[in-house]
């Protein structure tokens, strides 16, 4: 398989998806962190809101603030594999960064569904879902399910991980519980602004906090698991439609050369997940080792040429080649 027909084949297609799903990763992972910064920006600059009294320095009490702050630096963690993925054509999100998104999108759900079932119809829409709120309560949260169970799909979730979520959770309650019984308000702690305490029996909110988190993680964990499973699935029948009964060693050091071209990195970048499936899908008795040997060597060849050395090289033996066809 040539360089040319590797770049038009399903492995192009495969490369082209992966390049795709970091592109959206990006932008998703960017607006989320630029609107929670700007809707805290937001709740800081104000000084006074008569329908919400923490404001300013105190917003950072508020589950809302500090859920949305957490999604934000879980995704900013993934900018960088996501951009390394577009420059490298090999799509990866370590299974610590998307565990961690797990945790800050399980806790802005929560944020909002809590504004939506519960806030909204006490205090009106159009209160809770405007100005910062409308970005901290809505926008940003959205985004973050988004990203984290379409674009972040490069670890599966187990069910032990799965109870991870339950952790942000349970140490905020443990603080609004101490800040606002424990201490109170009258002795320097927070006033009930969830009326937890005061609303009802404060035993209520405490023990059904941790079920309706798991619930809300066993549903996007249920989401992200799915999704993984179909792009898994996707990318096996490209590969097995591409090199089913091909000569992969060939491929993969058609793949080399075509990436060693295109890029003249000073680091090799080895997609050791790309290889691991052609070998795979394609049936051939390479190895791994081999296969990234392979890719390496093809890799550097490539890049050592001088820009469009190999294409002229290529005109001259089709030239070279019509010639011969002539009678």
Known sequence: MSARKAKGSG?????????????????TAVVVVVCVCAGVTMN??????????????????????????FAAVSLALAIPFTVEGIRKNNYHVPGWVVNLTFEAVTAVSITFLVSLII?????????????????????????????????????????????????????????????????????????????????????????????????VAAVLRRLHNRLYDLRRQREADLYREAFAGTDVRKAIAALGEYQGRAQHLAVVPVPLRVIALMIRQGGSDCTQEEGCSIFVENYLRAAKEPRGAARRKRRRKKASAGEEAKP
């Not at 339950?166 to 002795?187: D, F, Q, S, T």
């Open 11 to 27: 492995l192009e297609a495969v490369l082209r998806a992966d390049r795709r799903q970091c592109k959206y990763a990006l932008v």
């Open 44 to 69: 800081l600059t104000t000084v006074y809101d008569e329908n919400f009294d923490h404001m300013g320095i105190r917003t950072f009490c508020m589950f809302t603030v500090i859920s949305n702050i």
């Open 119 to 215: 806030l909204a119809p006490v205090k009106g829409f159009v209160l809770i879902f405007t100005g910062s709120r409308f970005l901290l309560h809505a926008i940003c949260p959205i985004l973050a399910i988004d990203a984290f169970c379409f674009f972040l799909s490069d670890h599966r979730i187990t069910i032990a991980e799965s109870f991870l979520p339950l952790i942000p959770v349970y140490l905020y309650a443990m603080l609004y519980y101490v800040m606002v019984v424990v201490i109170g308000e009258e002795n320097g702690g927070w006033n009930d602004f969830y009326g937890f305490a005061t609303h009802v029996d404060v035993r209520i909110p405490m023990a059904s906090i941790l079920p309706l988190t798991y619930l």
